[in-house]
């Protein structure tokens, strides 16, 4: 079946896409490297068009900057968009895995818990509901090792619970979450069958923010995201 002209110009986009931005990422394209349209069109085959797209969107997320007679360069870490899932991705894909989960880990222990308690003052009805539901349903997935099932039950807890907050910035973290959770499972960072604990916490987070109960909620939240660090020691050690 052919390809259409259009979805073809976007599989280019999107590989070229990857393969500068994981070059980018892993650091073996480095901060001060200068790229040119001419390069990337040569070397990938692709038209100026893809090319220069392909930049506009590496230069949004602070991985490269273009300026007029010196072409594009290659940034530091600290111009890049950390929070941007696709280079979250292409760091968990990287040689920089392992400090990656750390960073992204220890930024949910400090946002999850606080998150769980506002969502145990603010959600909704159909909230607090679902996300019963949603804790209650990830046992039997978790338990029968169907890791791809509770990977994507898990994705959608947390998700729930930021954007229950309330709190818009928490909200606004649910993607960057959402890429972690994926990402554990999909690089085989996750045991084949989540510990019981695990769990259980779920779905004593879920309780306790259907009894809108907010210190619960945070401790529930807070042991969790332990186990999980713990889960993740051995790595961030060697």
Do not use: C, K, Y
């Amino acid at each position: 079946m052919s390809v259409e002209p259009e979805a073809g110009v976007e599989v280019l986009h999107n590989t070229v896409l990857d393969t500068m931005g994981s070059e980018i990422t892993s650091g073996e394209l480095a901060s001060g490297d200068v790229l040119t349209l001419d390069r990337i069109q040569e070397r990938f085959g692709v038209s100026r068009t893809v090319a220069r797209e392909t930049m506009r969107v590496l230069e949004s997320m602070g991985l490269v900057r273009s300026r007029r007679r010196i072409g594009i360069t290659v940034q530091a870490r600290s111009s890049w968009n950390v929070f941007d899932p696709r280079v979250i991705w292409w760091r968990l894909a990287g040689p920089g895995r392992d400090e990656q989960l750390r960073s992204l880990t220890e930024l949910r222990i400090a946002v999850e818990p606080l998150a769980a308690a506002a969502a145990a003052r603010s959600a909704s009805a159909e909230q607090r509901a679902e996300a019963v539901d949603i804790a209650a349903r990830m046992r039997g997935p978790g338990e029968a090792g169907r890791l791809d099932e509770f990977m994507e039950d898990d994705v959608a807890f947390h998700t729930l619970l930021l954007r229950a907050s309330g709190n818009e910035m928490f909200g606004a973290l649910a993607d960057v979450v959402a890429v972690v959770l994926r990402g554990r499972t999909q690089l085989g960072l996750m045991p084949h069958h989540p510990v019981p604990e695990a769990l259980d916490l779920h779905e004593e987070v879920a309780q306790a923010v259907a009894r809108g109960v907010p210190a619960d909620a945070e401790a529930a939240m807070t042991e969790l995201l332990s186990e999980v660090r713990d889960a993740m020691l051995p790595l961030w050690r060697r």
